[in-house]
């Protein structure tokens, strides 16, 4: 056999073994990957597929991110927090909400202790100026004792007048003394005026369900009905006389024997 046909069937019979080993394994890898899960064999290809990253140090990573100190939390200085001084602050902060509390306090409590003396010179004030004025205005002992001789006496005393009306006034029997009053100051009326003023006396003292109406017999108010078409100064004269008749037996001796005629002599 010639020289060159050996050598090709030399090669061509040690080639062929290789081949068929370079076979037998990727078909033993498919049956292997046919046999694994379609999740693992594309994971297991594309852990194999990257390239193999060298593992940089932390500091040297961060130098080469231009973006880590933006996004670092231990290159910020903000997010670094210390226990000790949040507590600190904390402290701080309870103690200025104390302080703002007392100091809130302490002048509403001024305050008040202000107004407690304001309102207490107020009052003293007060007291003083009504013991001025009813010591200027108190009738003086002989004044008082001029009120027992006749009801006149006392009803010409302007003292003795506010006093009777006090003791009225308490066993609700006024209108007797607020009429007379009345039928006095009727006296001094202008002509002009005395037709509205008779009205009113009437109206107030005489008329049926009358607000103050006194104890008079029919006779009486028919007569001042009456005189009410032209009234006169003397239209409410027998009236007045009545009344004062009635005073001077019932309510003036009831007052000189009251305490607070008795307080008056004092």
Not at 66 to 71: L, R, V
Not at 149 to 167: I, K, P, W
Not at 222 to 228: A, F, R, V
Request: net charge negative.
């Amino acid at each position: 056999m010639p020289s060159g046909l050996c050598d090709c069937f030399l090669l061509r019979k040690n080639t062929s073994p290789r081949r068929n080993m370079a076979k037998e394994k990727d078909s033993k890898t498919r049956s292997r990957e046919s046999l694994m899960p379609q999740e693992l064999v594309y994971q297991d290809i594309s852990v194999s597929s990257l390239a193999e990253q060298p593992l940089l140090d932390p500091v040297t990573e961060a130098k080469s991110d231009p973006f880590a100190p933006s996004f670092s939390p231990f290159n910020s200085p903000r997010m670094c927090i210390n226990s000790k001084d949040v507590s600190r602050t904390s402290n701080q902060l309870s103690e200025k909400k104390n302080r703002n509390i007392a100091r809130q306090m302490n002048s509403r409590l001024s305050f008040l202790l202000q107004r407690q003396d304001t309102v207490s010179e107020q009052n003293e004030s007060t007291v003083e100026e009504t013991e001025r004025l009813n010591k200027a205005t108190r009738p003086s002992l002989e004044e008082v004792m001029s009120w027992s001789r006749s009801l006149e006496t006392l009803l010409s005393s302007s003292s003795g007048v506010a006093t009777f009306r006090s003791f009225l006034q308490s066993e609700y029997s006024d209108e007797n003394l607020e009429f007379w009053l009345a039928c006095e100051e009727y006296r001094s009326t202008c002509i002009t005026e005395m037709d509205h003023a008779a009205r009113r006396i009437f109206t107030e003292f005489i008329g049926v369900q009358a607000p103050k109406e006194i104890n008079l017999d029919s006779h009486t108010r028919d007569s001042i009905l009456t005189s009410l078409t032209q009234p006169t100064l003397c239209s409410f004269d027998t009236a007045q006389k009545r009344v004062y008749s009635l005073m001077e037996k019932d309510s003036y001796p009831r007052f000189l024997r009251s305490d607070l005629y008795l307080h008056c002599m004092e």
